[in-house]
């Protein structure tokens, strides 16, 4: 079966909820690596919907080459690490304001979680439900400038908790409603902290695993592109410092190719609805490899 394997949230527009409801057995391996290529040419300033980007900058860009690996130390318990290399540019080739370039690129955060199953409850007709609770650790790693419109990251340290239940039925649809709180640190900015929401609905088989998820952030401060607040504190120097909110939607597919050992992934996102935030859309394609 493909179970635990699933697709890894290395394909997603944004830092969120990247963990998943499925447990790797004790000793299970995944490692996973995608590229991504996500543009935009709007956002939203504040809560308004601009018609086009910054500093006359046009369509803005990033590839994503992510690696991922996922290990099971016991069958309830284990860990995720992600780290990420990104690419942004503008396709006006107009330079960043603060950074001085019309192209920005690095190693971006790495993100170390472990996870723990609390519950698990099997029902006489073959359904289950699960309860579980991760913790984890996003540090900047790359040495980027946090500061500008093409930044590739926010410069945070962040301290996630998460909690999660999942149901699934004996035919192997499942829906999954995550719940986690992100306390984020930076010695140059006063990064927002935020909750963060999915809810997620999938379905597998021993030819595919699929799934539709709907992510939300939700900063519980900051400023607002645009306003006075926002300029007094000094404008494009502080975009760390907005208050960031957004939904996005990720489908997402995975095909085992080879002996449930290797196999595809590819996925679909875009961003719905926002706040000091791109209007982002993204493709990305993977090749995962699963031993155990």
Not at 82 to 103: H, K, Q
Not at 224 to 242: H, K
Not at 267 to 273: E, L, Q, R
Request: aromatic share 12%.
């Amino acid at each position: 079966m493909i179970l635990l394997l699933l697709l890894v949230s290395v394909s997603s527009l944004s830092a969120q909820t990247i963990l998943n409801g499925f447990f790797p057995k004790q000793n299970d391996l995944t490692i996973a690596s995608s590229y991504s290529f996500k543009s935009y040419d709007n956002f939203y300033m504040g809560e308004s919907l601009s018609q086009a980007n910054p500093a006359n900058m046009g369509t803005i860009s990033s590839s994503i080459l992510s690696l991922y690996g996922e290990y099971g130390f016991l069958d309830w318990l284990s860990t995720t690490v992600t780290v990420p290399y990104v690419s942004v540019r503008n396709e006006n080739e107009i330079a960043d304001p603060i950074l001085g370039s019309s192209e920005i690129e690095g190693v971006q955060d790495l993100s170390l979680f472990f996870k723990a199953k609390v519950l698990e409850k099997e029902f006489d007709n073959a359904a289950k439900l699960s309860l579980g609770g991760a913790t984890g650790i996003t540090l900047p790693i790359g040495g980027y400038e946090e500061a500008g419109i093409l930044s590739i990251g926010s410069g945070a340290t962040a301290y996630d908790g998460c909690g999660f239940v999942q149901f699934s039925t004996p035919s192997n649809l499942f829906i999954e409603l995550q719940a986690a709180y992100s306390l984020r640190s930076s010695s140059d900015f006063d990064i927002p902290n935020a909750m963060l929401y999915s809810a997620k609905l999938g379905y597998y088989n021993k030819w595919f695993y699929a799934h539709a998820k709907v992510g939300v952030q939700n900063s519980l401060s900051g400023l607002d592109i645009g306003t006075q607040e926002f300029i007094d504190a000094g404008g494009a120097n502080v975009l760390s410092e907005t208050e960031v909110d957004y939904t996005n939607l990720n489908l997402d597919l995975y095909v085992p190719v080879y002996k449930n050992n290797f196999g595809i992934s590819t996925g679909y996102a875009v961003n719905m609805d926002g706040r000091n935030y791109d209007r982002a859309s993204s493709f990305s394609l993977g090749l995962v490899y699963k031993t155990n």
